[in-house]
T-cell receptor, first 111, second 112 residues
Framework: KAGVTQTPRYLIKTRGQQVTLSCSPI?????VSWYQQTPGQGLQFLFE???????NKGNFPGRFSGRQFSNSRSEMNVSTLELGDSALYLC??????????FGPGTRLTVL | DAKTTQPPSMDCAEGRAANLPCNHS???????VYWYRQIHSQGPQYIIH???NNETNEMASLIITEDRKSSTLILPHATLRDTAVYYC?????????????FGKGTLLTVNP
């Protein structure tokens, strides 16, 4: 069974731009969670989607948003990028509220 | 905040067992103990999880103390590819606050 896939793997943007990251969960998984990883803050939870609805949300500003489609694929969007948004963005999928399996991540660099 | 305490780093000789400890003294009765590892700049990899009983799979064994306040992840024959940061996480399936809270983990270095 294929694992979680994330696209793109690497991305370079400039301050003020916006970016959209994509995540395809493991087949049959309906829950998708997003995390941000930085050297200073470690791994932090952004939000979780289940059946196209945001079910949980972390403590991030409104510039960070997401959505989930009927096929469980998910996207996250960051608007008005700041230098501090440079990070590894990780997506994890699960059947429901159980074991999460992570994708390889998208490395975002904001210049 | 993470509910677990792990040593920041450990070394292990290749071929020997690696025993990674984790303290979770405030664990609730319905919280599971999960272990993930992360090799540099890759996504975390699920290893194993357990509630009360010891668990074993093809990657590792998980030993949970009877009072559930601590656990040990055992990699029976460590290889150089096992060098990674290992995260111990306590996690409850059914809560409304469904998320994994990662601490700083243990950097395991396997030496030749």
């Amino acid at each position: 069974k294929a694992g979680v896939t994330q696209t793109p793997r690497y991305l370079i943007k400039t301050r003020g731009q916006q970016v959209t990251l994509s995540c395809s969960p493991i087949s049959g998984h309906r829950s998708v969670s997003w995390y941000q990883q930085t050297p200073g803050q470690g791994l932090q939870f952004l939000f979780e989607y289940f059946s196209e609805t945001q079910r949980n949300k972390g403590n991030f500003p409104g510039r960070f948003s997401g959505r989930q489609f009927s096929n469980s694929r998910s996207e996250m969007n960051v608007s008005t990028l700041e230098l501090g948004d440079s990070a590894l963005y990780l997506c994890a999928s699960s059947l429901d509220q159980n074991t999460q399996y992570f994708g390889p991540g998208t490395r975002l660099t904001v210049l | 905040d993470a509910k677990t305490t792990q040593p920041p780093s450990m070394d292990c000789a290749e071929g020997r067992a690696a025993n990674l400890p984790c303290n979770h003294s405030t664990i609730s009765g319905n919280e599971y103990v999960y272990w993930y590892r992360q090799i540099h700049s890759q996504g975390p990899q699920y290893i194993i999880h357990g509630l009360k009983n010891n668990e074993t799979n093809e990657m590792a064994s998980l030993i949970i103390t009877e009072d559930r306040k601590s656990s040990t992840l055992i990699l029976p024959h460590a290889t150089l590819r096992d060098t990674a940061v290992y995260y111990c996480i306590v996690f409850w399936y059914g809560g409304s606050n469904y998320k994994l809270t990662f601490g700083k983990g243990t950097l395991l270095t396997v030496n030749p």
